[in-house]
């Protein structure tokens, strides 16, 4: 831009045009460098927060499914929540599991999960007077789900029952992501189907354990 002294005398001298020909040429570059800004910085950014997770655990259910199929064998439940926990989302552990409040054994491996972390939901068997013994959390297990699922982004169920793919699918329709953990063989085809990610549990590495 190029400034002429048109008035008389000497107010605008060539100086003093030079001098206001390099003020709007740096107002002009400041514009420039305030449009030109990174496009990334035009994309909306939700604000950070942490992936909550929730793990329910169907102990008997994974116990039963295990020994009919590997025989002498047990779950490290420590390697289970190294690998819940692995990728650094806030994750609750639920374990829930009957017990007979005669053995010993299962009464302090209850303690050992609450221990690793898990929080554990338990309760005594029952025995009828036929003699057969009922154990059961299924309905434990399915109200913890619908009360948490509220408050979680991720629900992960380590069982192969299938009477739990109703709840699957009750809390898909919540948005929620759902995965389930269980053994290949054994897992119900409606609650792989029910749900959006499959884990086989054989292949997380070192979780059998050996009597």
């Known amino acids: 831009m190029r400034f002429f002294n048109w008035r008389s005398g000497n107010d605008w001298s060539e100086k003093k045009g030079q001098e206001l020909e390099q003020d709007v040429h740096d107002i002009e570059k400041i514009d420039r460098q305030q449009w030109n800004i990174p496009m990334d910085e035009f994309v909306p950014r939700p604000p950070y927060r942490i992936w909550r997770v929730g793990a329910f655990i169907d102990v008997q259910n994974i116990y039963m499914c295990v020994k009919s199929v590997f025989g002498h064998t047990k779950i490290n439940y420590r390697i289970l929540r190294d690998f819940l ?61 619908i009360v948490s699922a509220h408050y979680l982004d991720e629900i992960v169920l380590v069982t192969g029952d299938g009477d739990f793919a109703p709840i699957v699918d009750y809390v898909a329709r919540m948005n929620k992501f759902v995965k389930v953990i269980g053994p290949d063989r054994l897992t119900s085809p409606e609650l792989i189907r029910s749900c959006d990610q499959f884990i086989n549990l054989a292949q997380i590495e070192g979780i059998f354990v050996v009597d």
Do not use: W
């Not at 926990?85 to 491996?109: H, I, L, W």
């Open 85 to 145: 926990t692995r990728d650094g989302a806030m994750v609750k552990m639920v374990a829930f599991t009957c017990y007979d409040p005669e053995n010993r054994s299962q009464v302090d491996f209850m303690h050992a999960l609450a221990l690793m972390g898990y929080r554990v939901v338990a309760k005594p068997l029952k025995k009828m007077p036929d003699g057969n013994i009922k154990a059961s959390m299924d309905m434990e297990m399915a109200l913890e789900i």
